[in-house]
Protein backbone atom coordinates (compact mmCIF):
# COMPACT_ATOMS: atom_id res chain seq x y z
CA UNK A 1 0.00 0.00 0.00
CA UNK A 2 1.39 3.61 -0.81
CA UNK A 3 1.67 5.68 2.90
CA UNK A 4 -1.25 7.78 2.48
CA UNK A 5 -4.58 6.15 1.11
CA UNK A 6 -7.30 8.93 0.01
CA UNK A 7 -10.58 7.64 -0.89
CA UNK A 8 -12.78 7.81 -3.02
CA UNK A 9 -10.78 9.49 -6.28
CA UNK A 10 -13.19 10.81 -7.44
CA UNK A 11 -16.47 12.13 -6.37
CA UNK A 12 -19.74 14.18 -7.65
CA UNK A 13 -22.05 15.95 -5.51
CA UNK A 14 -24.86 17.97 -5.54
CA UNK A 15 -25.09 21.47 -3.58
CA UNK A 16 -27.57 19.83 -1.18
CA UNK A 17 -25.62 16.62 -0.24
CA UNK A 18 -23.55 15.25 2.27
CA UNK A 19 -20.14 13.31 1.64
CA UNK A 20 -17.20 12.59 3.55
CA UNK A 21 -13.55 12.13 2.12
CA UNK A 22 -11.41 9.37 3.95
CA UNK A 23 -7.70 10.22 4.84
CA UNK A 24 -5.58 7.09 5.99
CA UNK A 25 -1.76 7.17 6.70
CA UNK A 26 0.64 3.99 7.23
CA UNK A 27 3.64 5.50 7.86
CA UNK A 28 3.14 6.07 11.78
CA UNK A 29 2.96 10.03 11.36
CA UNK A 30 1.17 11.69 14.08
CA UNK A 31 0.64 15.34 11.76
CA UNK A 32 -1.92 15.22 8.93
CA UNK A 33 -3.19 17.99 6.48
CA UNK A 34 -6.39 18.78 4.65
CA UNK A 35 -4.98 20.87 1.40
CA UNK A 36 -7.34 22.44 -1.59
CA UNK A 37 -5.84 22.67 -5.08
CA UNK A 38 -8.25 24.78 -7.57
CA UNK A 39 -6.98 24.88 -11.04
CA UNK A 40 -4.50 27.78 -11.50
CA UNK A 41 -4.09 28.43 -7.56
CA UNK A 42 -1.36 27.96 -4.79
CA UNK A 43 -2.20 25.05 -2.83
CA UNK A 44 -4.41 26.16 0.11
CA UNK A 45 -4.06 24.79 3.97
CA UNK A 46 -7.01 23.88 4.57
CA UNK A 47 -6.47 22.27 8.30
CA UNK A 48 -3.33 20.83 10.31
CA UNK A 49 -4.01 17.92 13.12
CA UNK A 50 -1.09 17.08 15.59
CA UNK A 51 -1.13 13.80 17.79
CA UNK A 52 -5.24 13.83 16.73
CA UNK A 53 -5.85 17.97 18.00
CA UNK A 54 -6.54 20.77 15.64
CA UNK A 55 -4.05 22.94 15.20
CA UNK A 56 -4.61 25.01 12.19
CA UNK A 57 -7.99 26.42 10.37
CA UNK A 58 -6.89 28.56 7.95
CA UNK A 59 -10.60 30.43 7.92
CA UNK A 60 -12.34 27.41 6.09
CA UNK A 61 -15.63 28.00 5.83
CA UNK A 62 -18.09 25.86 7.64
CA UNK A 63 -20.03 23.47 5.14
CA UNK A 64 -16.19 21.95 5.76
CA UNK A 65 -16.32 19.97 8.79
CA UNK A 66 -12.40 18.12 9.18
CA UNK A 67 -12.37 15.00 12.06
CA UNK A 68 -9.78 13.06 13.13
CA UNK A 69 -10.57 10.25 15.12
CA UNK A 70 -6.68 9.11 15.94
CA UNK A 71 -3.63 9.70 14.61
CA UNK A 72 -3.58 7.50 11.50
CA UNK A 73 -7.47 8.73 9.88
CA UNK A 74 -8.83 12.23 8.49
CA UNK A 75 -11.90 13.00 7.29
CA UNK A 76 -13.54 15.94 5.36
CA UNK A 77 -17.34 16.51 6.27
CA UNK A 78 -18.47 17.84 3.59
CA UNK A 79 -22.62 19.67 3.60
CA UNK A 80 -24.11 22.30 1.59
CA UNK A 81 -21.05 22.45 -0.77
CA UNK A 82 -21.25 25.40 -3.34
CA UNK A 83 -19.97 24.66 -7.59
CA UNK A 84 -16.42 26.85 -6.47
CA UNK A 85 -15.47 24.33 -4.11
CA UNK A 86 -15.25 22.03 -6.89
CA UNK A 87 -11.14 21.47 -6.32
CA UNK A 88 -8.71 18.19 -5.76
CA UNK A 89 -8.49 17.93 -2.23
CA UNK A 90 -4.99 16.31 -0.46
CA UNK A 91 -3.88 15.00 2.36
CA UNK A 92 -1.03 14.82 3.51
CA UNK A 93 1.18 13.74 6.59
CA UNK A 94 4.63 13.99 8.20
CA UNK A 95 6.45 12.86 11.87
CA UNK A 96 6.15 15.98 13.74
CA UNK A 97 10.03 16.79 14.73
CA UNK A 98 11.23 15.37 10.68
CA UNK A 99 9.31 17.80 8.69
CA UNK A 100 12.22 19.55 7.83
CA UNK A 101 14.09 16.20 7.03
CA UNK A 102 11.30 14.77 4.48
CA UNK A 103 8.38 17.40 4.01
CA UNK A 104 5.29 15.95 3.85
CA UNK A 105 4.25 12.43 2.28
CA UNK A 106 1.00 13.38 0.44
CA UNK A 107 -2.25 11.10 -1.19
CA UNK A 108 -3.01 11.02 -4.32
CA UNK A 109 -6.20 13.65 -3.96
CA UNK A 110 -10.25 13.24 -4.38
CA UNK A 111 -11.20 15.12 -7.39
CA UNK A 112 -14.26 16.91 -6.15
CA UNK A 113 -17.25 18.21 -8.76
CA UNK A 114 -20.10 20.01 -6.76
CA UNK A 115 -23.36 20.28 -9.45
CA UNK B 1 4.77 36.61 5.96
CA UNK B 2 5.92 34.16 3.77
CA UNK B 3 5.73 34.19 0.00
CA UNK B 4 6.93 31.67 -2.90
CA UNK B 5 6.19 32.96 -6.17
CA UNK B 6 7.06 30.42 -9.61
CA UNK B 7 6.16 33.10 -12.48
CA UNK B 8 6.41 30.56 -14.85
CA UNK B 9 3.25 29.37 -15.17
CA UNK B 10 3.37 26.59 -17.79
CA UNK B 11 6.59 25.50 -19.96
CA UNK B 12 6.94 23.03 -22.66
CA UNK B 13 10.06 22.02 -24.38
CA UNK B 14 11.12 19.20 -26.89
CA UNK B 15 12.93 16.09 -25.50
CA UNK B 16 16.52 16.05 -24.10
CA UNK B 17 16.53 19.72 -24.33
CA UNK B 18 17.44 21.48 -21.01
CA UNK B 19 14.88 23.15 -18.92
CA UNK B 20 15.09 25.58 -15.67
CA UNK B 21 11.78 26.16 -13.49
CA UNK B 22 12.62 28.93 -11.85
CA UNK B 23 11.33 29.71 -7.88
CA UNK B 24 11.63 33.15 -5.45
CA UNK B 25 10.92 33.48 -2.36
CA UNK B 26 10.30 35.77 0.79
CA UNK B 27 10.56 35.08 4.63
CA UNK B 28 11.54 37.24 7.29
CA UNK B 29 13.05 33.95 8.99
CA UNK B 30 16.58 33.19 9.26
CA UNK B 31 16.06 29.60 9.40
CA UNK B 32 13.93 28.14 6.63
CA UNK B 33 13.77 25.42 4.26
CA UNK B 34 12.85 25.05 0.71
CA UNK B 35 11.34 22.09 -0.98
CA UNK B 36 10.91 21.52 -4.45
CA UNK B 37 7.46 18.68 -5.48
CA UNK B 38 6.57 17.28 -8.11
CA UNK B 39 2.72 16.25 -9.28
CA UNK B 40 2.28 13.92 -12.00
CA UNK B 41 -0.89 13.46 -13.77
CA UNK B 42 -1.84 10.62 -11.02
CA UNK B 43 -2.05 13.85 -8.63
CA UNK B 44 0.07 12.89 -5.40
CA UNK B 45 2.62 15.33 -4.59
CA UNK B 46 6.04 13.71 -4.43
CA UNK B 47 8.84 14.78 -2.20
CA UNK B 48 11.97 15.92 -4.83
CA UNK B 49 13.87 17.61 -2.66
CA UNK B 50 15.23 19.72 0.61
CA UNK B 51 17.37 22.46 1.58
CA UNK B 52 17.61 24.29 4.36
CA UNK B 53 18.74 28.34 4.89
CA UNK B 54 22.37 27.52 5.74
CA UNK B 55 23.48 25.02 2.95
CA UNK B 56 23.29 27.18 -0.31
CA UNK B 57 25.27 23.88 -2.16
CA UNK B 58 24.48 23.12 -5.31
CA UNK B 59 22.91 19.78 -5.69
CA UNK B 60 22.37 17.35 -8.80
CA UNK B 61 20.92 14.13 -8.71
CA UNK B 62 21.27 12.30 -11.74
CA UNK B 63 19.53 14.57 -14.25
CA UNK B 64 18.14 17.31 -11.67
CA UNK B 65 19.98 19.67 -10.41
CA UNK B 66 18.96 22.88 -8.01
CA UNK B 67 20.60 26.21 -7.13
CA UNK B 68 19.91 28.27 -4.42
CA UNK B 69 21.00 31.55 -3.85
CA UNK B 70 20.05 33.55 -1.09
CA UNK B 71 21.65 36.42 -2.16
CA UNK B 72 18.78 36.49 -4.75
CA UNK B 73 16.40 34.30 -2.52
CA UNK B 74 16.08 31.83 -5.10
CA UNK B 75 16.17 28.19 -5.53
CA UNK B 76 15.92 27.46 -9.23
CA UNK B 77 15.45 23.63 -10.95
CA UNK B 78 16.92 22.62 -14.00
CA UNK B 79 16.25 18.85 -15.68
CA UNK B 80 18.77 17.97 -17.73
CA UNK B 81 18.26 16.07 -21.12
CA UNK B 82 14.51 16.33 -20.59
CA UNK B 83 11.80 13.40 -20.93
CA UNK B 84 8.99 12.69 -21.47
CA UNK B 85 8.26 10.88 -17.97
CA UNK B 86 9.05 14.50 -16.65
CA UNK B 87 6.21 15.95 -17.60
CA UNK B 88 4.29 17.21 -14.72
CA UNK B 89 3.33 19.90 -12.40
CA UNK B 90 6.24 21.67 -10.64
CA UNK B 91 5.87 23.04 -6.57
CA UNK B 92 8.41 25.22 -4.58
CA UNK B 93 7.91 25.28 -1.35
CA UNK B 94 8.63 27.11 1.87
CA UNK B 95 8.60 26.37 5.41
CA UNK B 96 9.89 28.96 8.17
CA UNK B 97 11.06 28.61 11.38
CA UNK B 98 7.84 30.68 12.45
CA UNK B 99 5.68 28.59 10.48
CA UNK B 100 5.85 25.72 12.26
CA UNK B 101 4.67 22.57 10.73
CA UNK B 102 3.17 24.57 7.76
CA UNK B 103 4.25 24.37 4.35
CA UNK B 104 3.78 27.36 2.06
CA UNK B 105 3.28 26.27 -2.00
CA UNK B 106 3.73 28.29 -4.78
CA UNK B 107 1.36 27.80 -7.62
CA UNK B 108 3.25 25.52 -10.02
CA UNK B 109 5.06 25.15 -13.10
CA UNK B 110 3.57 22.92 -15.11
CA UNK B 111 5.92 21.05 -17.32
CA UNK B 112 5.28 19.55 -21.17
CA UNK B 113 7.73 17.27 -22.60
CA UNK B 114 7.22 16.84 -26.35
CA UNK B 115 8.56 14.03 -27.97
Known amino acids: ETGVTQTPRHLVMGMTNKKSLKCEQH?????MYWYKQSAKKPLELMFV???????ENNSVPSRFSPECPNSSHLFLHLHTLQPEDSALYLC??????????????FGSGTRLTVV | AQKVTQAQTEISVVEKEDVTLDCVYE???????LFWYKQPPSGELVFLIR??????QNEISGRYSWNFQKSTSSFNFTITASQVVDSAVYFC????????????FGSGTRLSIRP
Open chain 1, 92 to 105: ASSQDGELFNYGYT
Open chain 1, 49 to 55: YNFKEQT
Open chain 1, 27 to 31: LGHNA
Open chain 2, 51 to 56: RNSFDE
Open chain 2, 93 to 104: ALSGSSSASKII
Open chain 2, 27 to 33: TRDTTYY
